[in-house]
């Protein structure tokens, strides 16, 4: 299956445009966020009252907001919370996921039973109400929103990989393995999980653009990372009420969250075009 | 029967939604009469309110007590304004429900309408064009594209309202106006989503066998359309549809926000932030309840689009 065609999916993933494109984004992002003490010229924190609401021009390339801090270099630094939550959750969500994912379908029964109805009964539930009462719960800060988010996102690992499982563990090669006395545990993480690598990546980019997506919604109603550090969605909720006389000051950010998770989507996209596979949007 | 078990079933579920969310609310950190109270504390007023709200209680006692009130359509009172949260919910419900009714109306006839066109455009430039558009649209944030709406519509050509609500008894003309905005913010991403799942679902339709007879048969694009893929493509549609509710119930809390429209989801945003726990019971199970009802519609609609679950065969997807 997966391992003989490895050759022509990462061509074909090299010769989307649309893969590319999204890659490319993502790359941008990934590096001024781990350089972001370089690249941004100006701390995010310092304000200057003298220039306030500067427009975008030569002094701040992106402008200033209502505390004289430069936007661009918020943006910046902003960017870190997002790639970390939505990387961040991501990972989780797969930690989470596959293992329950793994064990209701490779044994099924009862306990496969109990888990789907469980998975399809808080599926549907909106997802940031869910985010919103875990970070509430837990108090706001960058760790509790990546756990909020890869709780909301485990249940789509989770069915993924089950419904995977489910047709993998019908295949001769497991039975080989069962036949010469390989341990479930064996089968399962070595025979088994590598054939749900293609379609648990590709929902893997899906899930960080919507978490960097839920990341910004919770910063926005103010229930995400709290300031001082700056966070996109936090920076577009505060620059709501200049939108008129100073509209870069929402704009930015706003852009920012919106390429970002235009990136992650165009290359989970490409990918499932390169795999060729049918893999809906979690949305 | 199908219908009667999944009346049941909803019951069910939001039985345990209530139970779970009264014993998360009661075991989180932090005592809000202590917060209330703040400076002003003392032991005798302490003990006199927590008596007062019943917080004395052992938990499972308190749980019984409001669960037996809220069965009475006593949903207790706020501890912020202390007056009673089913008035003050009844009293929002219909600005949240005209606001997400409005998204959904849009969102379902955009999202149709680009899905029907490009799968019949499959691979011309306009379903490419139609397809990257789904793409920026799923990769808007609400808020973002609402902020854009409130940008250019209200604030530059002054065409639409930028904020706020007015009540449909006040003006009807008015209160429309102050929806657009809120409502296409809301709808857009939802559309995008649509427009995908309507596109894909009607190719995999117009891939069968039946619709090659019907075109064999002369019939138009449109009678093939309308005749004969459409219904069987719905079904998928119908799916996505009533999981973009969740997203639209929880879009509407960021875009009441946005538009500043006082309906339910500001109402649970403010008794998050000042940990009103009666409030956010409220709230909560509100939002359960709109749920549940939604996705109990959605299972009526495949009766009606689907004949084989009508007569209990089992010839539903898993």
Not at chain 1, 100 to 120: C, P, Q
Not at chain 1, 254 to 262: D, E, K
Not at chain 2, 9 to 18: M, Q
């Amino acid at each position: 299956m997966a391992v003989d065609t490895y050759r022509p999916i990462w061509r074909d993933l090299i010769a989307s445009k649309k893969a590319m494109f999204g890659l490319a984004i993502i790359a941008t992002l990934t590096i001024t966020s781990i350089f972001a003490g370089s690249i941004a010229y100006q701390s995010p924190e310092k304000m200057d009252i003298v220039s306030t609401f500067h427009a975008p021009g030569t002094a701040f390339l992106l402008g200033t907001d209502n505390y004289g801090r430069d936007v661009l270099s918020r943006l910046i630094y902003g960017g870190r919370v997002s790639i970390i939550v939505g990387v961040g959750a991501a990972v989780l969500g797969v930690i989470l996921g596959i293992p329950l994912g793994l064990f209701s379908g490779y044994f099924g029964g009862l306990a496969d039973n109990i888990i789907s109805r469980f998975l399809e009964v808080i599926m549907p539930f909106p997802t940031i109400l869910i985010a919103i009462l875990i970070t509430f719960a837990a108090g706001a800060s960058q760790w509790t929103v990546i756990v909020a988010i890869g709780i909301v996102l485990m249940p789509f690992f989770a069915r993924l990989v089950r419904g995977n499982v489910y047709s993998i563990k019908e295949n001769q090669f497991v039975e080989a393995a069962r036949g010469v006395g390989s341990s479930h545990l064996r089968i399962v993480f070595v025979h088994i999980l590598p054939h749900c690598g293609a379609p648990v990546i590709i929902m893997a980019s899906l899930c960080v653009a919507f978490s960097i997506l839920t990341e910004a919604a919770l910063s926005f109603l103010g229930l995400g990372v709290p300031p001082p550090t700056p966070t996109w969605g936090g920076d577009l909720q505060a620059g709501i009420k200049y939108l008129e006389f100073a509209p870069w000051v929402t704009l930015s950010p706003g852009f920012a969250i919106m390429l970002s998770v235009l990136g992650f989507n165009l290359f989970g996209d490409g990918l499932r075009d390169a795999l060729h596979t049918e893999q809906s949007f979690i949305y | 029967m199908v219908i009667l078990k999944r009346i049941l079933f909803a019951f069910v579920l939001l039985f345990v939604v209530s139970g779970v969310v009264f014993f998360l609310m009661h075991s989180l950190p932090g005592d809000p009469i202590l917060m209330w109270l703040g400076a002003e504390y003392n032991p005798a007023l302490y003990a006199q309110l927590k008596a007062h709200y019943g917080l004395d209680k052992p938990l499972i006692q308190q749980y019984l007590i409001w669960l037996k009130n809220m069965l009475q359509g006593d949903l207790g009172k706020s501890l912020l304004s202390h007056t009673p949260i089913l008035e003050e919910i009844m009293r929002r419900i219909p600005i949240t429900l005209e606001l997400i009714l409005f998204a959904m109306i849009f969102s379902v006839a955009l999202g149709m309408a680009t899905g029907i066109f490009s799968a019949l455009h499959r691979d011309r430039f306009i379903d490419h064009f139609s397809l990257s558009f789904t793409l920026f649209g799923i990769s808007m944030p609400e808020f973002f594209f609402g902020a854009i709406l409130m940008l250019f519509f209200a604030l530059f050509w002054r065409v639409f309202p930028p904020s706020g609500y007015v009540n449909l008894s006040e003006s009807w003309s008015a209160n429309l106006h102050h929806m657009v905005m809120p409502a296409l913010a809301l709808g857009f991403p939802r559309s995008a989503v649509i427009c995908r799942m309507m596109r894909s679902s009607l190719l995999e339709v117009f891939g069968k066998n039946y619709i090659r007879t019907a075109i064999a048969k002369g019939l138009r694009t449109q009678d093939v359309l309308l005749g004969h893929a459409l219904k069987n493509a719905m079904i998928t549609v119908v799916t996505v549809i009533g999981l973009q509710v969740g997203y639209l119930v929880g879009g509407s809390i960021i875009v009441e926000k946005l538009f500043v429209i006082p309906g339910i989801g500001s109402f649970g945003i403010n008794a998050i932030v000042s940990r009103d726990y009666p409030g956010i019971q409220g709230f909560i199970l509100v939002v359960a309840f709109f749920f549940v009802f939604s996705n109990f519609l959605v299972d009526l609609s495949y009766l009606y689009l689907d004949p084989r679950i009508r007569y209990g065969s089992r010839g539903r997807k898993q």
